[in-house]
T-cell receptor
Framework: KAGVTQTPRYLIKTRGQQVTLSCSPI?????VSWYQQTPGQGLQFLFE???????NKGNFPGRFSGRQFSNSRSEMNVSTLELGDSALYLC???????????FGQGTRLTVV | QQQVKQSPQSLIVQKGGISIINCAYE??????FPWYQQFPGKGPALLIA?????SEKKEGRFTISFNKSAKQFSLHIMDSQPGDSATYFC???????????FGGGTRLMVKP
């Protein structure tokens, strides 16, 4: 069974640009969550989607958005990139949002 | 504010020794307490998890101890091995949804 797949693995963007990251959950999983990991702030919850609906949202500015498609694949978008957005962005999937969460390897975003 | 405090930040243990990592939480709505292991360049992987109706759970060399009244839980790694060298995160989550709140992480080094 394939794990959680995140693409791309690495990205370099310029300040002010926007970026879209993709996450394909484990087959059959309907809940997808996104996290930001930085050395200073650690692992922080961004948002969770379940059956194409955003169920929870973390304390991030509106520049961070996401969506989930009918096949449970999810994308997150960051607009007007800032240097502080440089981080490892992790996606996690679970069966129904109350079960074990499996993480992908993440997308390393560098903003220059 | 929902917080999970983790200590120590770093830990050095001799091979064969016991590694102990502690976490404390504030939000009594938390209902699920997982521990994750993360190697460099990888996403976090679930090690073991516990619910508050159980005081201890053991899986192989890994044991979680849970003290509901003190709102504290800890991870014990018995017979620590060099391959256990990684960063460990405790986390907490309310019953519904996959919104994990993570501790700050503990970098474990097991010396041969």
């Amino acid at each position: 069974k394939a794990g959680v797949t995140q693409t791309p693995r690495y990205l370099i963007k310029t300040r002010g640009q926007q970026v879209t990251l993709s996450c394909s959950p484990i087959s059959g999983h309907r809940s997808v969550s996104w996290y930001q990991q930085t050395p200073g702030q650690g692992l922080q919850f961004l948002f969770e989607y379940f059956s194409e609906t955003q169920r929870n949202k973390g304390n991030f500015p509106g520049r961070f958005s996401g969506r989930q498609f009918s096949n449970s694949r999810s994308e997150m978008n960051v607009s007007t990139l800032e240097l502080g957005d440089s981080a490892l962005y992790l996606c996690a999937s679970s069966l129904a949002g109350i079960s074990q969460a499996f993480f992908g390897q993440g997308t390393r975003l560098t903003v220059v | 504010q929902q917080q999970v405090k983790q200590s120590p930040q770093s830990l050095i243990v001799q091979k064969g020794g016991i590694s102990i990592i502690n976490c404390a939480y504030e939000n009594t709505a938390f209902d699920y307490f997982p521990w994750y292991q993360q190697f460099p360049g990888k996403g976090p992987a679930l090690l073991i998890a516990i619910r508050p109706d159980v005081s201890e759970k053991k899986e192989g060399r890994f044991t979680i101890s849970f003290n509901k009244s003190a709102k504290q839980f800890s991870l014990h790694i018995m017979d620590s091995q060099p391959g256990d060298s990684a960063t460990y995160f405790c986390a907490a989550r309310p019953y519904a949804g996959n919104m994990l709140t993570f501790g700050g992480g503990t970098r474990l080094m097991v010396k041969p």
